[in-house]
């Protein structure tokens, strides 16, 4: 019998739509191989479906997702709609009306790629961040006043709660004991933003109590971008808010060599929902519609929706091409290569049938 699991394909805008059809064929090659099956639900929802339609996706959208067993996104924007209007409209309303409460973004250095850091080596960056992914500056509450005159003013609240920030910690403390090194830094802004993230260190401080085997430590997020470029190897788990992981995430990512290699899991630690896999990069209107994003991390991202689905086997399969390929080339030019989306495809789905 091979397992079928259904899968709401949201390609969205610019890039993503590049980098979710060349995921799709090499999911294609991959079924037969691993013995597993897609069973693909099309959605249209991005800026193109907004200009005909006067909104990113149907009412009931949120219905038609948990009626799927993952969601596979590529990334929105247009350059003519406000960032704040395309993604409040399409990918802030799902991971929050989902409840996906952590951003699983993993960063690692392969074999081949050449990081920016003279003192970094293949090895010496491994990183699995855990973002935050419903709360904090990105909850939604604030507004504005007095528009329009010199006393014009705009308020941002950022949202903690207990439920929320626990549900987190958990999960990342259960990812942190999983992995060799069994080791997590805790990043917070607790000097200066005396309320709710001091409320993150108390809760911290309980959650850490039930996983003894983990070793941590806590740093304030300014200190640990020092961090993260002199003593790249000091780190392991990052587990950080949603602003906080939103930037440490693309610092990640260029550390390692590019954000077009860049993954992330939207998930619900609970599985209540299903998850939302995505690569961490946006829409890319500089380089859209030239055929020569880098699939690399959507690649990546399918391996982790793999993983996610129990499908150990080809999730390997997939990571294993990815290394393969980034070590002997094709690549794309945001790694210094020379080499298209089609064939960066087509070098993928060689590796998978060797
Ligand atoms: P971006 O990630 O789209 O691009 C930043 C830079 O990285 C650009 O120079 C781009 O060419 C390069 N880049 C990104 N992905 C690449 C890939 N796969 N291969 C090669 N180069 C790549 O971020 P930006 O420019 O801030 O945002 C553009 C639009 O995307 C905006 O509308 C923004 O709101 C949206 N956005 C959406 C996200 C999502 O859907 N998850 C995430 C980030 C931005
Ligand atoms: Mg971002």
Redesign the pocket.
């Known amino acids: 019998m091979v397992n079928a699991h259904k899968i709401a394909c949201i390609p969205?805008?610019?890039?993503?739509i590049e980098?979710i059809e060349a995921s799709i064929k090499v999911l294609e090659v991959m079924q037969p191989l691993f013995g597993f099956k897609f069973e693909y639900t099309d959605l249209p929802w991005s800026s193109a479906y907004y200009k005909k339609n006067g909104r990113y996706m149907p009412p009931d959208a949120l219905e038609i997702l948990k009626a799927h067993d993952a969601i596979f996104?590529?990334?929105?924007?247009?350059?003519d709609?406000p960032?704040?209007i395309?993604?409040w409209e399409?990918?802030l309303p799902i991971r929050q009306g989902l409840q996906l409460g952590s951003n699983v973004r993993p960063s690692k250095i392969f074999k081949g790629v050449k990081p920016p850091l003279a003192n970094c080596e293949v090895g010496d960056l491994n990183w699995l961040i855990l973002r935050e992914n419903c709360e904090g500056e990105y909850c939604g509450q604030g507004g504005r006043s007095h528009t329009g005159t010199p006393y014009a003013l705009g308020t941002e609240l950022a949202v903690f709660t207990r439920f929320g920030i626990e549900r987190h910690m958990r999960f990342a403390f259960e990812l942190a004991r999983q992995r060799p090194r069994k080791m997590l830094t805790l990043v917070t802004k607790s000097n200066a933003m005396r309320h709710g993230m001091v409320l993150w260190d108390e809760v911290f401080y309980d959650v850490a109590k039930d996983f003894p085997d983990v070793k941590w430590d806590k740093m304030l997020v300014d200190a640990v971008t020092i961090r993260m470029v002199q003593k790249p190897k000091s780190l392991d788990v990052i587990l950080c808010t949603n602003l906080h992981g939103d930037i440490l995430s693309?610092l990640a990512a260029a550390l390692s060599g590019?954000?077009?290699?860049a993954p992330?899991a939207n998930v619900d630690p609970e599985r209540k929902a299903p998850g939302l896999f995505?690569?961490?990069?946006?829409?890319?209107?500089?380089?859209m519609g030239k055929g020569?994003?880098?699939?690399?991390?959507?690649f990546w991202s399918a391996a982790e929706m793999l993983r996610w689905l129990g499908e150990e086997k080809a999730a390997d399969g997939l990571m294993s091409a990815i290394e393969h390929v980034l070590e002997h080339g094709p690549l794309?030019?945001?790694l210094g290569g020379k080499a298209n989306t089609e064939q960066v495809t087509q070098a993928i789905i060689s590796a998978l049938k060797q």
């Open positions: 969205g805008d610019g890039i993503g980098v996104f590529g990334a929105v924007g247009a350059p709609i960032d704040h395309s993604l399409l990918l693309d590019s954000i077009g290699i992330s995505e690569p961490v990069h946006g829409a890319a209107f500089d380089i020569i994003a880098n699939p690399i991390a959507t794309t030019g945001d």
